[in-house]
């Protein structure tokens, strides 16, 4: 059961707070899909975008409720288009159960992710319950489980992983469980496609568990090539517990501490981490910060910050409930500099408003663009995703067709329109030379270069939104441009080339 099932079978009541959006210039919400159960609901993680230009995402529960699942159905991984007509493929036990984590697009065109429930092995835990899985979807909806956990004695695996997989240069899955493994705190982990499993990482091999202990977040990679990724708890004693830590990891599983959160720096950092053009990484804490923070009950609010590669950190802001609380999902570089988030309206699993989408710049000045009411969702657990129209797509957890969901409604699929202009993103980044990588946008019918920092790449064009292009030789790390038709579309962000 996720934090968000056990809060809603509560039955919470709802504090309003007064939580004011700053108006931003081009601003426009539209709410593209109400869940109702059948179709899914409580969708807890970002979206991607497809090959096809459509957006994918996970609901822990609906779907289905002819299974063991219950009434609430085992969730669903689904497809949205940008006019909102939906598509869902309906998870049984087996499969997974309860998807937490988003979807990870692969370079076969493929999606992969975990269920933190569900699967073939029971017994994590010391209970009788299962313990998630890996599995693939096809964009036609088809589902593969690859790997059960706890398929080895005391769960030695890993178990209930709630994090997006991320997809290494070598093709191989890597990602995070948020419980199991030698301590029982956590792993990191490799998969490859046809399911063969190796544990990277056991957490909390420390004194104090200094090194980590929970993963809640996927890991990005960096520059360098290293995953960075947070633990959810771990380090010395800290708001009656442990806050958390940041840590980078070999692809090889050698493992480094960057920093150790105490409170007022942040606690639970429970997203993942972005890396900015300036190298630095940006991330939020659930709670910590201001520890007088209204209602936060001595727990704070929850934080931004921005990290340098060898761990100094620094606090861009500091949440007081007016402008937000509890931000659960990491951050979105946006393709005009500045970050975007999201608030989840939650801190200590009690209910204080239906969340907000704010801005941040890379100093620290942050707007809130809008605040949730309910009836266009409540409650956004996960991050935003910038899809190459220029446009922020997201989801909330709960909101919408309120004789849904224990009557606090199934949640939302949202877009908020900033006037920014299209670009081209990538899948797989970084990688090597001579090795493909796939592009995403749109017009690309009819293209007629790619270059890579001006280096030109051979190319393929798959269909109007996808095309196929190969590191070429000479190549360095820069921006990636296409010159289609009607224009040139230019990256969001550099692609990497690694030695």
């Not at 949202?414 to 970084?430: A, E, I, K």
């Amino acid at each position: 059961m996720t934090r968000l099932s056990a809060w809603k079978m509560t039955g919470i009541v709802l504090l309003l707070c007064a939580a004011t959006a700053i108006a931003a210039p081009a601003q426009t919400f539209t709410t593209l899909l109400t869940f109702d159960g059948s179709n899914g609901n409580d969708s807890e993680s970002s979206l991607v975008q497809g090959v096809d230009g459509a957006f994918y995402g996970t609901t822990v529960a609906g779907g289905s409720s002819n299974n063991s699942c219950g009434e609430e159905g085992c969730g669903t991984a689904f497809r949205v288009t940008a006019t909102g007509q939906l598509l869902s493929s309906h998870f049984s036990p087996v499969q997974g159960e309860g998807l937490v984590a988003g979807l990870l697009l692969a370079a076969n065109g493929n999606f992969y992710g975990t269920a933190y429930d569900g699967g073939a092995n029971f017994g994590c835990d010391g209970s009788v319950v299962t313990c998630g899985t890996v599995f693939e979807v096809t964009p036609t909806g088809k589902i593969t489980t690859l790997y059960s956990f706890c398929a080895q004695t005391n769960c030695m695996d890993g178990d209930e992983p709630r994090a997006t997989l991320i997809e290494g240069p070598n093709g191989d899955f890597y990602g995070t469980s948020f419980q199991g493994g030698a301590s029982g705190a956590g792993t990191v982990f490799k998969i490859t496609a046809d399911g063969t499993f190796t544990t990277l990482y056991n957490f909390c091999q420390r004194k104090n568990c200094a090194d980590g202990s929970m993963p809640g977040a996927g890991l990005v990679q960096g520059t360098d090539g290293d995953f960075y990724g947070t633990t959810e708890w771990g380090g010395p004693a800290c708001m009656n517990n442990s806050c958390g830590t940041i840590f980078k990891i070999t692809p090889g599983g050698s493992l480094t501490t960057l920093h150790i959160f105490h409170g007022t720096d942040g606690w639970i950092p429970a997203g993942s981490l972005v890396q900015g053009p300036d190298g630095n990484f940006y991330g939020t804490t659930e709670d910590g910060g201001d520890l007088t923070c209204h209602g936060s009950r001595g727990g704070g609010c929850g934080t931004i910050f921005t990290m340098t590669p060898s761990g100094a950190l620094t606090t861009l802001h500091i949440f007081t409930l007016t402008d937000g609380v509890g931000p659960i999902a990491g951050l979105v570089l946006g393709t005009d500099g500045n970050l975007y988030g999201t608030t989840s309206g939650y801190d200590n699993g009690r209910k204080y408003s239906d969340g907000t989408i704010f801005q941040i710049t890379p100093q620290g000045v942050l707007t809130t663009l809008h605040t949730f009411n309910g009836t266009d969702g409540a409650n956004p657990w996960g991050g935003l995703l910038q899809a190459t129209n220029g446009i922020f797509y997201g989801a909330t957890i709960s909101g919408g067709n309120f004789h849904c969901g224990l009557l606090q409604g199934c949640g939302t699929v949202f877009s908020l329109d900033m006037g920014l202009g299209p670009f081209v993103s990538f899948v797989r980044n970084p990688t090597k030379v001579g090795q493909p990588f796939g592009v995403l946008g749109q017009g690309f019918t009819g293209t007629t270069s790619v270059s890579l920092n001006g280096t030109p790449a051979s190319f393929t064009v798959k269909s109007d939104t996808f095309l196929e292009a190969t590191v070429p030789t000479g190549a360095t790390t820069g921006y990636v441009t296409v010159t289609t038709l009607t224009g040139t579309l230019t990256s969001n962000v550099p692609f990497h080339v690694l030695p």
